[in-house]
Structure formats: structure tokens, C-alpha cells
């Protein structure tokens, strides 16, 4: 299972972190290696987590704030506290990241090294070491206090290398092909090895005997396997084996085909998901087991203290006992003496009394149900005493175990205590799946059948010409900017009720709603009459078609709901509201009106937040954002429907 953050990883997280440049800096806490910083933009709270030699990123889950602040987030609040972030960079490839800060006329450089000795170290604006997490004295460089900080040695990036550069470091290497790539482009093995499995290269080939073709199939895959990070296209999830998450990544690779995975709108909310789980599963694990300890010993304790108090009791009793039958002792202790003046052996005087201890001088006897040792060599007034001082020793230890009580208690309720409170731990899990219509508008009609629809004209041209099918149904209106949208109906009858859904549906994101109609017409036919053929001399713009024959009309009103579906997945659908309510378990229906789309977005997506149960509040939180929501909204105003 992944412990910690890949140079890879680092590079996305840190372009996904540039929403934090010009955030204000609040407070800084610690916990043991692990550094928050929670920080401010236009007025909504974040909270970046850094931990040396593991990860960085923002969190959805903090920790309480330790009662006392260790020394070194004392001085980061010194030093940041109320500073502006200006620049958030990754060093070279590596896995390192640099903070700049801006606070007055002071300027602050906080630098995350992720690496295998991790640190976190605060400088001033010359680059000088205010002080490191933890001091370092390596081969290379020093990490002290009052150093100069100097990076680790620098490494090949694996984004820009050329292939003549590539083609050098091969063959000056005498490394196999994996290590060559993990270690000289500070990749790692996970993505040296999927460089190879991408290139058909077995990876144990040694990196100077390559062929030409070789290279340059090693040099595409780079460039096939990095594109995502400097054009964005990332789909984050977390890989799944067997149940157990084994993995978290920024986009797909070819060794987990046909893993489950569960996807997320950002890679820093992938990273959350996966080690604050794991680190809050681990601190539960470890509170478990101090509770259980402390309970163990809560329950001893009690016993212990139980135990005290009987024993004190009947000291007392025993010493009130004795008082009470004084002249009964007396004339017990005077028969003993005069047994011994008459000269008859001790066993002769056993057999009188109840029982005497000869070398020891104790006679024992039985008072009010108690059996009472009395020493023969004392008074009663000195044998009762005897008792009364052995009360007060048990007094003084059940007080001392008294003590130990309370605090055991007071250690329980603070492990207690430092569990993490159910709403910012993480609940249920978000689980999505990639699906080749995502980029289009669908959805699941009533009856089960996909409904797909393009969101402009390069998509309506992709969906007839590549994902129609001859047993498909394909639906348009007349109005403009109408989507093309197909019924995928995989050689199955559609039901009326689907027809009539995706009528619904391609009217709805049509100028239909733009226009404020409440109604429109649409009409279907087979994927045979559809033709983009055009008479000679005529221009067909893209996304519009020839259809030829008898069309089938239908008449729909306009209507969407937007929905929260929880189950085998977990996403926002959107669609006619007969489908979504199939589906959804929160459901919210639009219609024409007079908002924005980003004003009615922010609108559902509190709603959806205000009517969620307790165990849904951060899920929707973290997939039904305004951002989210909008991308199933008709173009055009709208307002939310009574």
C-alpha cells in the first residue's frame, strides 16, 4: 500500500495548490511530524497539511488543536501568521515544494521535502535556515539553524527531457531500464514501470543495449504517460484491491486495468481521502488501544478499591469487637496463663482454645462471626489497637488508589476526547466510475436505457458518427443549438416512456428553455435516415444532419432535475425528473426563469446540503459543488421549481 507522495504526485498537487497563491495565512499546528497550516481565500477557510517525507495537500479532515502548541508551530505563527502566500512551486521535479510568503516587508520561504528523511524547514528571505523541522547533517548539505539551504542534487524531468538526452542517460547508464528510469528521471518505480509496459519493453533490459526502436518507443511513452499533467486532463481516484484502497493517482494507468477505482473532482481531494482515512484509521487503532490499556487498569483500580474498603471495615469491626468482649477475652488470655502455670503442654490447651500459633504467640478466636488474631504478648487495649493502625494503612492506600482512579479516568476522557468528531471524519465513502459518456449530457431513463446528448456541435458530430448504433433511436428538435441525442437502445424494444424522456430531455437543453417556453415539439427516427450527405454545392454546418423519410413527432414539456444518486456509485445526475427519481436519493427540479446558472447552482447545491442526512454531509459536500451542479443545467435562466 502507497505511505507516501511520488515526485509525480507532487507536480500535480502543487499545480492544484496554486488556488491557494494570495490566500492569508492564520494559524500553524503540529502534530509530532505533521504540520497545518490553515489559511484563508476570500473569506473560505483551507487547510494544508503537510507531513514531512509524505505528503502535501488540502484537507477536509483536521485534527483537534493540540491544548499546548509545540515550539516549532509557535514560531511558524510568529514568522506567517497574517502573511500572504505569493508563490506555491515544486523544485525541479523533485519532491520538494517551496512556500513563498509575504507578511509586511518580510518575505518567508517554507520548504516541504517529501523525501525519504522529510523535513520542513522555514527560511528567511536570503535563503538562510530560521530552523528545520529537524535537524540533518547529510552527505550533501547541512540542515541546521543559520545554514545556507541548499537543494538536494538535481534530477532529469521526465516531462521536458528530449530524446537525445534521454537517448545519453541510457547509454551511460549500466542500470536496467526501470532503475535507469525511476532513479535518473525521479519518477519511481510505479511510473518507471509503467513507462515499460507502455513501450512493450521488458523492464529488466539493460539501459545501454536499447535499439534505436526501443527508444524511442520508451520516449513516446513518456510523453504519452505525462501528457495529463501539463494539460490538466487528470481523472483522480484511488485504486482498490480486493476492497482495500492500494493506491491513489492523478490519472489512469495501464497496470491497474480492470482494478475498481473511486474518482474524484481533484487529485488533493483523492490524496485526503486516502491517507487522512488511513492516518485517522491508524490513530484510532493506536487511541483504541491506550483506551483498552486504561480501561484494564480503570477496572483493577476499582477492584482494588473495593477491596480496600472491605478490608478497612472489618479492621474497624475487628478492633470495635475486641472492645466490646473485653472481659470474654480477659477470661480467655487467664486460662491460657494459668494452663501454663499447671504446666500441661500446648497441645493440651489447642484443644481448649479454638486455635493458638506457638512459635508466633497468637491465639486466634472467633467474635461475631470474625475470626481475630490477638497476640498474647499485648494487652486488649494493644491488640485492638493493633487493628485500628492497620485501618489507617489501608485508609492511606485506598486514598493513593482513590487518586489513581480519577486520574485514569481523566487519561480516558482525554483519549476520548482527542477522537475525531464525527463531522470532520471522514463518512461514507465517494465511490464513481469512469464512463466513456461522462463528457457527454445522459442519463439512465426510467426503464434502464442510456440517453446521450452532445453539449455543442463537435460533440453531436461524434455521437452520430461514432457512438451511434444501427438499433440505436436518434432524437433533435428544430430549435436552435439543440443537442443531438441518441437512445442507446442495444437492440432491445424502448418503451414509450424512454421515448418520451428523451424528448423531455433534447427539448430541455435546447433554446426551448433559453426562449422561457414551457413546451416544444422533437421528433425521432433510425440511425439509417440520419446522413451528413448534402446536395453538390451545398455546405452542411457541423453538428447538423440530413434526415431523410418520415419523422416520428413528439410533444414534451421542459424540465430538469438535478439529483445526488447513492448507491453502487455515488455522483450528480441530471435528466427529466422521472428518471432522476428513480435514482436519486435527494432530488431538486428546475424550470425556466430568471437566474443565472451560477446563481441557481449555488442555490441547489446548499439545498442539497441542508437537506442531507448527517451521514451524507461531506460526501455531497465534496461532489455537489456549484461547478459540479452546473454541468447539467440547460442553457439559459433558470429558477428552482415549487
Given amino acids: 500500500m502507497k505511505d507516501k507522495m511520488t515526485s509525480v504526485d507532487v507536480a500535480v498537487a502543487a499545480a492544484e495548490l496554486q488556488m491557494l497563491v494570495d490566500a492569508k495565512l492564520d494559524k500553524a499546528y503540529q502534530y509530532e511530524d505533521e504540520i497545518r497550516l490553515k489559511a484563508y481565500v476570500a473569506r473560505e477557510r483551507h487547510d494544508l497539511l503537510i507531513e514531512a517525507g509524505k505528503r502535501i495537500h488540502l484537507t477536509k479532515y483536521p485534527r483537534p488543536s493540540p491544548r499546548i502548541a509545540p515550539s516549532y508551530s509557535m514560531l511558524l505563527r510568529k514568522h506567517l501568521m497574517g502573511g500572504r502566500i505569493t508563490s506555491i512551486e515544486q523544485y525541479d521535479f523533485d519532491r520538494i515544494i517551496e512556500i513563498h510568503v509575504q507578511r509586511g516587508d518580510m518575505k ?42 541548499t537543494f538536494p542534487p538535481p534530477q532529469k524531468n521526465p516531462i521536458d527531457i528530449t530524446e537525445s538526452e534521454l537517448q545519453a542517460l541510457f547509454e551511460g547508464s549500466d542500470k536496467s531500464v526501470v532503475r535507469m528510469l525511476a532513479s535518473r528521471l525521479n519518477m519511481g518505480g510505479l511510473y518507471a514501470e509503467e513507462v515499460c509496459i507502455r513501450a512493450k519493453v521488458d523492464k529488466n533490459t539493460p539501459a545501454r543495449g536499447l535499439s534505436c526502436a526501443q527508444l524511442g518507443a520508451i520516449y513516446n511513452a513518456l510523453r504519452e504517460l505525462f501528457e495529463p499533467i501539463p494539460s490538466g486532463k487528470l481523472s483522480p481516484h484511488i485504486v482498490l484491491a480486493n476492497g482495500e484502497e492500494v493506491d491513489v493517482l492523478p490519472f489512469e494507468l495501464c497496470r491497474y486495468e480492470g482494478h475498481e477505482k473511486v474518482y474524484f473532482g481533484s487529485f488533493n481531494e483523492a490524496l485526503d481521502e486516502f491517507f487522512s482515512r488511513k492516518a485517522i484509521q491508524e490513530a484510532k487503532q493506536i487511541k483504541d488501544e491506550k483506551l483498552c490499556t486504561l480501561e484494564r487498569m480503570l477496572y483493577q483500580q476499582e477492584h482494588a478499591i473495593e477491596k480496600f474498603k472491605r478490608e478497612e471495615k472489618e479492621c474497624i469491626k475487628k478492633a470495635e469487637a475486641i472492645y466490646a468482649q473485653y472481659q470474654y477475652i480477659e477470661r480467655i488470655f487467664k486460662l491460657i496463663h494459668d494452663a501454663r502455670e499447671q504446666g500441661p503442654s500446648w497441645k493440651e490447651v489447642k484443644a481448649t482454645i479454638e486455635e493458638v500459633d506457638e512459635s508466633a504467640g497468637i491465639l486466634t478466636i472467633r467474635l461475631d462471626g470474625m475470626r481475630i488474631d490477638l497476640d498474647m504478648k499485648l494487652g486488649i487495649p494493644q491488640n485492638a489497637q493493633r487493628y485500628y493502625q492497620r485501618a489507617k494503612r489501608i485508609r492511606k492506600k485506598l486514598e493513593g488508589a482513590q487518586r489513581a482512579l480519577e486520574q485514569t479516568k481523566k487519561e480516558i476522557e482525554q483519549a476520548r476526547a482527542r477522537e475525531i468528531e464525527p463531522e470532520h471524519a471522514p463518512q461514507r465513502r465517494i465511490r464513481q466510475r469512469k464512463h466513456w459518456y461522462d463528457r457527454f449530457r445522459h442519463f439512465i431513463s426510467s426503464d434502464g436505457f442510456l440517453v446521450i446528448g452532445g453539449r455543442d456541435a463537435s460533440m453531436n458530430e461524434e455521437i452520430v458518427k461514432k457512438h451511434m448504433e444501427a438499433s440505436d433511436i436518434f432524437f433533435h428538435t428544430q430549435a436552435r443549438g439543440a443537442p443531438a441525442v441518441i437512445i442507446k437502445a442495444e437492440r432491445k424494444k424502448v418503451p414509450s416512456s424512454t421515448l418520451v424522456e428523451a424528448t423531455q430531455f433534447a427539448i430541455s437543453y435546447s433554446s426551448v428553455w433559453r426562449a422561457g417556453h414551457y413546451e416544444g415539439d422533437c421528433y425521432w427516427v433510425h440511425p439509417e435516415q440520419v446522413s451528413k450527405s448534402t446536395r453538390a454545392g451545398e455546405y452542411l454546418p457541423k453538428g447538423s444532419f440530413v434526415i431523410k423519410g418520415k419523422r416520428n413527432y413528439l410533444k414534451a414539456p421542459v424540465g430538469i432535475a438535478i439529483g445526488i444518486e447513492i448507491n453502487d456509485e455515488t455522483r450528480v445526475i441530471g435528466g427529466p425528473p422521472s428518471a432522476i427519481k428513480q435514482r436519486a436519493k435527494y432530488i431538486i427540479e428546475i424550470e425556466p426563469g430568471e437566474k443565472t446558472q451560477n446563481q441557481v447552482a449555488k442555490e441547489i447545491s446548499k439545498i442539497f446540503l441542508q437537506e442531507a442526512d448527517d451521514a451524507d454531509q461531506l460526501l455531497i459536500k465534496s461532489i455537489a459543488s456549484p461547478d459540479c451542479i452546473s454541468k447539467f443545467l440547460p442553457p439559459g435562466n433558470s429558477r428552482i421549481k415549487i
Fill in 108 to 149: 518567508r520561504i517554507l520548504i516541504a521535502e517529501l523525501l525519504p528523511r522529510g523535513n520542513i524547514i522555514l527560511l528567511s528571505e536570503d535563503r538562510k535556515i530560521i530552523l528545520p523541522l529537524r535537524t540533518m547533517s547529510l552527505r550533501d548539505r547541512k540542515v541546521r539553524r543559520g545554514e545556507q539551504y
